[in-house]
Every structure is written in C-alpha cells, then in structure tokens.
C-alpha cells in the first residue's frame, strides 16, 4: 500500500519557467511533509518541508503548498535553473521519525 | 552528506552468500536507518534504530538483519542474498525524535548487485 505517492514519473520544464513537482497521501496521520533532491549518485538530501498546520512554506525559488482537505502537496520551482535537474522525492513523517517516500519525480530543466 | 558513510559503495554478490552493509555517523546522532531504493519503488525503509543497542523492522525487513552495538555505526546484513535484494541501499541519521525531517542525513549509497 503506497501511503504517498507521486504519479508523474518525470517532468520536462524550460529553463526559467515554473516546475510543479505532485504528490498525493492517503494517511491522514502524517503530520509533517518534506521534499528531498537527489542527484545521480549522491544521498537525498533536504529541500523544503511544511508542517501539516500550514498550508504554504516558501524557501527561494521553492515553495510547498498542502491541501490536507485533497490529501495533496505540491513543490513549485521558479525560475527553474538546469542545476534543479535532478530526482524530487516527496515524503511524510508518520510517528517516530519514520519517513514514507514517494516513488520520486525525475526533473529535467531544458536550457 | 557529510556526516554519514556507507561501505563499501558498490558489491556484487552470488546469490546464497552473506554480507554486511556498515553505515558510521559522526554526528551523535540517536536514530538510524536503512533505506533501499529500487526504480519506481522510491525509498523503502528496512529496519530503524531509535538508540544505541535497540533495533525495529520497516517496511520491508525480511531477508536482512541489523545490530546497533555502537552508537555511531549501525550494520545491515544480508544472510543468504537474493536477486530480489539487488538495490540500492542508503543508510541516514537523525537527531532527535520530532526533528523536523531536515536533520536527517543520508550516505551516498550502497550499490548491491545479486547475481
């Protein structure tokens, strides 16, 4: 049972135009929601989060929204730049620290 | 990912054989974890540790164990390896229990190949 899923396995956008990466729960127990990047060979690493009492989080050219009503959260990139190229992944805090991941979103930024 | 190392990076394995992942932070970190990551599949997590000597399963334990006798280093072995167990692998560290999600840091990876 995928408990966080993103259903678009990639994404193509032009340099300097938005990205919206998606991303759809169905636990409505999770309390708090991330978003990692990881590049070819590297760890994910820690992009954005927003706790499940917001309903936007804005960090640079990032920005998060949650619609807990949808049970959907949402990644904006804008400008996308070509180093944003990379695999997005969406996740959830469930309890003791135990993130669920999503299957990831491979973003592409076309110059 | 400065912090958290796995080794070794990469290993090929004939199916039946056994092996150990370790996975050593520097952070003083409490929980420890092993993920694996297999296409379309995003990250699963295998077992947790919340503290030194304590371990849980994740959602996909079978087929692996895991020791956490020391703080720092966190160990997941495979028994008798399977072609399905060819993935890879990421071990990460957090501090605390509800940090918020961007204190925990992942290794650069383990790639595992069955055979």
């Keep these: 049972d995928q408990q966080v899923k993103q259903n678009s396995p990639s ?13 759809d729960y169905t636990n409505s127990m999770f309390d708090y929601f991330l978003w990692y990047k990881k590049y070819p060979a590297e760890g994910p690493t820690f992009l954005i989060s927003i706790s499940s009492i917001k309903d936007k989080n804005e960090d640079g050219r990032f920005t998060v929204f949650l619609n ?14 070509p180093g944003d190229s990379a695999v997005y992944f969406c996740a959830a805090i469930q309890g003791a620290q135990k993130l669920v991941f999503g299957q990831g979103t491979r973003l592409t930024i076309n110059p | 990912n400065a912090g958290v190392t796995q080794t070794p990076k990469f290993r090929v394995l004939k199916t039946g054989q056994s092996m150990t992942l370790l996975c ?3 952070m003083n970190h409490e929980y420890m974890y092993w993920y694996r990551q297999d296409p379309g599949m995003g990250l699963r997590l295998i ?22 006798l ?22 990460a560290s957090s501090l605390d229990r509800r940090s918020s999600g961007n204190t925990i840091y992942f290794g650069e990876g383990s790639w595992l190949t069955v055979v």
Excluded: M, W
Excluded at chain 2, 48 to 67: F, I, L, R
């Design chain 2, 70 to 91: 020391k703080k720092q280093n966190f160990l997941l072995g495979l028994e008798s390896a399977a072609p399905s167990q060819t993935s890879v692998y990421f071990c």
């Design chain 1, 11 to 23: 994404l193509s956008v032009q340099e300097g135009r938005i990205s919206i990466l998606n991303c």
């Design chain 1, 68 to 81: 807990k009503s949808a049970k959907h959260l949402s990644l904006h990139i804008v400008p996308s730049q």
């Design chain 2, 47 to 68: 077992h947790y540790s919340v503290g030194e000597g304590t371990t849980a399963k994740g959602e996909v334990p079978d087929g692996y164990n895991v020791s956490r």
């Design chain 2, 24 to 26: 050593a932070q520097d």
